[in-house]
């Protein structure tokens, strides 16, 4: 059967743009041995392995197999060694002592994010304070920091730890931390000088997320002001394999500096024909791996989000099932933001012997991780974006096409451990139209965290020295909302923060949620609020199952609340709060034990802040009206009034919508008014999470938005 691949012939540097390499330093790979033999090149995906690989094919690693074992102290010494970036230590530790500012390209695989924070730390920039490396996202940052415990042969959390939101795992020992940027974010509010640290790598650079490109504005004043007053200087390093370093580098004024060398090469495949199903496109692509690529060649699949991976993962296994099928004999995982965090990690183990892996992921495992085992990625070429408009003040989710830069690091999923192959559902011609670099965060998000966080530190977003400039639209849309929750007085010369705002900021949580803690003990419901904001920054707390449907619906109808979603939830938590033997409790109800006991772990940090703040702790007892009155003081731009067609249309955005199969209230009873945690706009648009409310009660809580807003109030 003729395959319907064909071999690119494109570099994925030249992708980037023309004017990639202008203003680099190369640091030629320094190979064992001791000269620079000159030979290091970048790797051209057509299948031709690069001159590194030689040497790797000397140490024997081309032919390395994750073992199901820990590889041994001596084995990670080899591959450490193998590691391209590990030849221009010594040239790269020269540099940073030369300079405070410097941005690093190298390509996907090369050592970056584990080896560069362990060169810094056996040269000891760990003793005058912490080495912090951000990662965009939690899975990176914790299994990285595991990766990196291990390569030191310490314990986590020792001299290697990691911190992600709610969660820390360090000790005072703790020299080298792998974080969140939205948690370095944090931090610098407590200390805009960032004296806990003496060198700062923001990884992954090229993702551009909100906390990121707020980070880069944060460590270069942090550096100027250390200078002014005379302090340990703060180093910064900046990396990607896949960045603008054109314009990183005017932004930061320095140079950028090319690491050469790939570990093993990735061979890229291009679909010869356009696709009109990628999800066809790419089950047929993995029939054609599992019939012709060894069992222990594992795959990563791409695809957009939680039910089509599920959906997929269903038909995969199905197939399996089918004992004459030729997909038997793979173990499939699922790998998306909303899975429990124990569920994430499960793909990070190898598989069974003689079975095939096969990750389905969206782009949470597009840059950064390394899932062992992986020679193959199918690359179906799009994403979920979320995209916020401040028109409307809504998100809204779109399946679109994915960028270059992605694409590329995609590909770089394969060929971490051995040689590998990327398969693209797309043609070469219709990857030339993708657009260059994803649209920085920070251009289509909701700014209202981000404007009073750096208010906080002293910062108005609208003179903050930004990459690039969020639209003048969405910092008025965040302005104006953070003054309609009293978080901030916008009045001229310039806005600033009141001392509501700072408390808000004291939560890691959305301003709209530290609102409703706020507020809480005024309408005696604190203990509940605690309850409801935890569980609502957790994942979802609910089981699904597709064999036990019906089981599940009937053990979550238990807990139902006449009163909608969030009681609903509540009465969930309450019960689970009460139980002893959590895990059986967990199971029989069909609830996630994990989240549960996270929202748990949460509720216990809300707690400790509110106290902090002196808020009064009490309780609404069975009046739960009191916390469906506190809802609306942070959510009051989530109501949504029932049409005639039994659509909804929310008072603010003007959007119809229905309620969300999850909702305890589809399908049955549909309240005049409701208030909503969530939109989502998509093909079909949904409000999740949503409780009924009685119009009287908007004068009465929030009498400024009950003038402004369009609902019709009998008296
Ligand atoms: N958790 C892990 N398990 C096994 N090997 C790993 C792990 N993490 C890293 N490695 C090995 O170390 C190599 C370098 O990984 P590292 O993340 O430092 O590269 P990088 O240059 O930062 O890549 P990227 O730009 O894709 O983030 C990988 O190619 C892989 O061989």
Same mark, same amino acid.
């Given at each position: 059967m003729e395959s319907k691949y064909t071999l690119p012939s494109k570099s994925p540097l030249k992708t980037i743009g023309p004017n990639i390499r202008n203003g680099i330093i190369p640091l030629k790979r320094k190979l064992p041995g001791g000269e620079n033999n000159g030979n290091a090149k970048i790797l051209k995906p057509n299948g031709v392995a690069a001159p590194a690989l030689a040497t790797n094919k000397a140490n024997g690693h081309q032919q390395h197999q994750p073992s199901p074992s820990k590889p041994s102290k001596m084995q990670l010494e080899q591959q450490r060694q193998a590691l391209?970036?590990?030849?221009?230590?010594?040239?790269?530790?020269?540099?940073?002592?030369?300079?405070?500012?410097?941005?690093?390209?190298?390509?996907?695989?090369?050592?970056?994010?584990?080896?560069?924070?362990?060169?810094?730390?056996?040269?000891?920039?760990g003793k005058k304070g912490m080495i912090a490396v951000t990662q965009p996202r939690r899975v990176s940052a914790i299994t990285i920091a595991k990766r990196v415990a291990q390569e030191q042969q310490c314990q986590l959390g020792e001299l290697v730890g990691y911190t992600v939101r709610f969660e820390d795992c360090t000790t005072p020992k703790t020299r080298l931390r792998f974080m969140t940027d939205g948690f370095l974010l944090r931090?610098?509010?407590?200390?805009?000088?960032?004296?806990?640290?003496?060198?700062?790598?923001?990884?992954?650079?090229?993702?551009?997320?909100?906390?990121?490109?707020?980070?880069?504005?944060?460590?270069?004043?942090?550096?100027?002001k250390r200078k002014l007053l005379n302090l340990d200087p703060l180093k910064v390093i900046v990396?990607?394999?896949?960045?603008?370093?054109?314009?990183?580098?005017?932004?930061?004024?320095?140079?950028?500096?090319?690491?050469?060398?790939?570990?093993?090469p990735v061979r890229v495949m291009h679909a010869k024909e356009s696709q009109s199903d990628y999800l066809h496109a790419t089950l047929v692509t993995l029939f054609e791996i599992h019939r012709n690529t060894p069992s222990n060649h594992d795959v990563l699949i791409f695809l957009t989000g939680q039910e089509e991976i599920e959906a997929m993962a269903q038909q995969i296994r199905q197939i399996a099932k089918t004992n004459l099928s030729s997909i038997a004999g793979v173990r499939v995982f699922p790998l998306y933001a909303q899975l429990p965090q124990n569920k994430q990690l499960e793909c990070f183990l190898p598989a069974p012997p003689n079975a095939r892996k096969i990750v389905l992921a969206t782009n949470?495992?597009?840059?950064?991780?390394?899932?062992?085992?992986?020679?193959?990625?199918?690359?179906?070429?799009?994403?979920?974006?979320?995209?916020?408009?401040?028109?409307?003040?809504?998100?809204?989710?779109?399946?679109?096409?994915?960028?270059?830069?992605?694409?590329?690091?995609?590909?770089?999923?394969?060929?971490?451990?051995?040689?590998?192959?990327?398969?693209? *559902?797309?043609?070469?011609?219709? &990857?030339?139209? @993708?657009?260059?670099? %994803?649209?920085?965060?920070? !251009?289509r998000s909701n700014l209202c965290s981000t404007v009073l966080q750096l208010l906080a530190l002293g910062f108005d977003c609208k003179r903050f020295e930004f990459l690039d400039k969020p639209p003048a639209e969405a910092l008025d849309a965040a302005y104006k909302k953070l003054e309609s929750l009293g978080a901030i007085q916008n009045v001229a010369p310039?806005?600033?923060? *009141?001392?509501?705002?700072?408390? &808000?900021?004291? @939560?890691?949580?959305? %301003?709209?949620?530290?609102? !409703?803690l706020l507020t809480a003990s005024q309408f005696g419901c604190m203990e509940e609020m605690l309850s409801l904001v935890a569980v609502l920054s957790s994942e979802n707390i609910y089981v699904s199952s597709v064999e036990k449907r019906e089981q599940a619906a009937l053990a979550h109808a238990k807990f139902h609340s006449k009163h909608g979603d969030h009681l609903t939830l509540l009465n969930v938590f309450s019960a689970f709060l009460k139980t002893e033997k959590i895990k059986l409790w967990c199971h029989d109800n069909f609830l996630n034990t994990r989240n549960l006991s996270y929202a748990r772990d949460v509720r216990k940090q809300l707690l400790d802040i509110a106290e902090h703040l002196n808020l009064p702790i009490n309780s609404c007892g069975d009046n739960f009206d009191q916390v469906r009155k506190c809802l609306?003081?942070?959510?009051?731009?989530?109501?949504?009034?029932?049409?005639?067609?039994?659509?909804?249309?929310?008072?603010?955005?003007?959007?119809?919508?229905?309620?969300?199969?999850?909702?305890?209230?589809?399908?049955?009873?549909?309240?005049?008014?409701?208030?909503?945690?969530?939109?989502?706009?998509?093909?079909?648009?949904?409000?999740?999470?949503?409780?009924?409310?009685s119009p009287e009660w908007v004068a009465e809580v929030v009498p400024n938005f009950a003038h402004l807003s369009r609902i019709k109030v009998s008296t």
């Open positions: 391209p970036v590990t030849g221009c230590k010594k040239r790269l530790l020269e540099e940073i002592h030369k300079t405070d500012t410097l941005l690093i390209m190298g390509e996907t695989g090369s050592g970056k994010t584990t080896q560069i924070p362990q060169f810094l730390l056996e040269a000891g920039f931090d610098s509010l407590a200390d805009s000088l960032l004296r806990n640290y003496s060198v700062i790598m923001l990884d992954e650079a090229h993702e551009r997320t909100v906390s990121t490109d707020v980070l880069f504005g944060v460590v270069k004043m942090a550096q100027r990396t990607s394999a896949t960045m603008d370093i054109d314009h990183f580098g005017q932004y930061f004024g320095v140079k950028g500096m090319y690491l050469e060398g790939r570990t093993h949470i495992a597009e840059t950064s991780v390394t899932i062992p085992g992986i020679r193959c990625v199918i690359d179906a070429g799009f994403v979920k974006r979320r995209i916020y408009s401040p028109a409307t003040g809504l998100d809204i989710l779109r399946v679109v096409r994915i960028s270059q830069a992605q694409a590329w690091q995609r590909c770089g999923r394969a060929g971490r451990d051995a040689p590998g192959t990327c398969y693209r *559902t797309y043609t070469e011609q219709e &990857m030339k139209s @993708f657009e260059k670099m %994803p649209t920085p965060e920070i !251009l310039k806005p600033t923060i *009141t001392v509501l705002g700072r408390k &808000m900021n004291r @939560f890691p949580i959305d %301003p709209q949620y530290s609102k !409703l609306l003081m942070g959510l009051f731009d989530n109501i949504a009034e029932l049409q005639r067609d039994n659509f909804y249309l929310t008072i603010t955005g003007r959007q119809r919508a229905k309620i969300h199969p999850s909702s305890v209230f589809h399908g049955k009873y549909r309240p005049e008014y409701i208030l909503f945690s969530e939109i989502v706009l998509t093909e079909k648009n949904f409000l999740r999470q949503v409780t009924e409310i």
